[in-house]
């Protein structure tokens, strides 16, 4: 499994496991979840991505039971903050809303550690984008968070390139990642300027919903695309979701797709994406199908 650099001190792997339905699997014991991070391990998946909110703020606390000190040295944890819900700890709040406040993101890498049961995260990203968002005051946050050894790297989540450059202009830490949706079905960060602009500046961009939620499976209207995805499989001997997912790994971006599955049987087949060739022109005919039409 390749490696990616963020910076001198944190590389990830290319494909990342993602938990975000973590908490929704029959089975949340703590060895079910071993074996899910195994599985990954087996392939040379080390990272796995997580946020408060994911489970209700409940499935950071459903790693940290797993976690045992040899997991925890073998992997590097991602996880997120700033989306505040009333549910969970939250419950009391009036709406839901972002809060990049210092005290609110001190208090949730706290809480990330404590339910984690961990010393440091690895990766800590800013959810969503906060309109209501002080950029000294948040920046500053980032960096003590850093400086305190408690976090390692930071960067973002479903930030634009404007969003990116305020926030970064508060800061003496280099935001290193911005997560985005990125996939066949949402392709527009190609030619809408996101992936350009982390390309430009070495910063490689993590895809969440890789697959199109699904959608890939299951949409009519896509059928010209699946077809073309089947053949590709056949030929390569993995399935339809592994070549969707190495169309993005194909881009000299260097996108590191997150992946999430509460199946084992599709876990232990994550890294089959990482094994698919894909040339320019394959490139650009599933990108074809995916348009709609051909290009300009």
């Known amino acids: 499994m390749d490696r990616v650099k963020l910076n001198d001190t944190l590389e990830l792997s290319r494909l990342v496991y993602g938990m975000w339905r973590l908490g929704d699997d029959a089975d949340t014991s703590a060895g079910h979840i071993q074996n899910k991070i195994g599985a990954c391990l087996d392939q040379g998946i080390t990272t796995m991505d997580q946020a408060d909110i994911y489970g209700g703020y409940e499935a950071e606390e459903i790693l940290g039971n797993a976690l045992t000190p040899e997991l925890r040295n073998r992997i590097e944890i991602v996880t997120k903050c700033d989306?505040?819900?009333?549910?969970?700890?939250?419950?009391?709040?009036?709406?839901?809303?972002?809060d990049t406040s210092r005290a609110h993101i001190l208090a949730s890498v706290e809480h990330s550690l404590r339910?984690?049961?961990?010393?440091?995260i690895d990766l800590l990203l800013i959810?969503?984008?906060?309109?209501?968002?002080?950029?000294?005051?948040?920046?500053?946050?980032?960096d003590e968070v850093v400086a305190s050894g408690k976090v390692r790297a930071v960067g973002v989540s479903n930030f634009r390139p404007w969003d990116w450059d305020l926030l970064q202009s508060a800061m003496t830490t280099k935001l290193v990642t911005n997560q985005i949706e990125i996939s066949l079905l949402h392709h527009a960060p190609f030619t809408n300027g996101d992936i350009a602009f982390h390309q430009m500046h070495g910063q490689p961009p993590m895809a969440w919903s890789p697959l199109g939620g699904g959608a890939l499976f299951q949409d009519e209207s896509l059928a010209s695309l699946r077809t073309a995805l089947t053949a590709i499989a056949q030929e390569q001997d993995v399935d339809m979701g592994a070549v969707a997912v190495a169309w993005l790994l194909a881009h000299p971006a260097r996108i590191l797709p997150v992946l999430g599955t509460n199946n084992l049987d599709r876990i232990k087949r994550i890294g089959d994406a990482a094994q698919v060739q894909i040339d320019r022109e394959t490139w650009f005919?599933?990108?074809?199908?995916?348009?709609?039409?051909?290009?300009?």
């Open 83 to 98: 989306i505040v819900a009333p549910v969970g700890r939250y419950a009391d709040a009036k709406v839901k809303h972002y």
């Open 115 to 120: 339910l984690m049961k961990i010393d440091h």
């Open 127 to 142: 959810h969503r984008p906060d309109p209501f968002m002080d950029h000294f005051e948040t920046g500053s946050a980032l």
């Open 285 to 296: 005919d599933l990108y074809t199908h995916a348009l709609g039409r051909e290009v300009a």
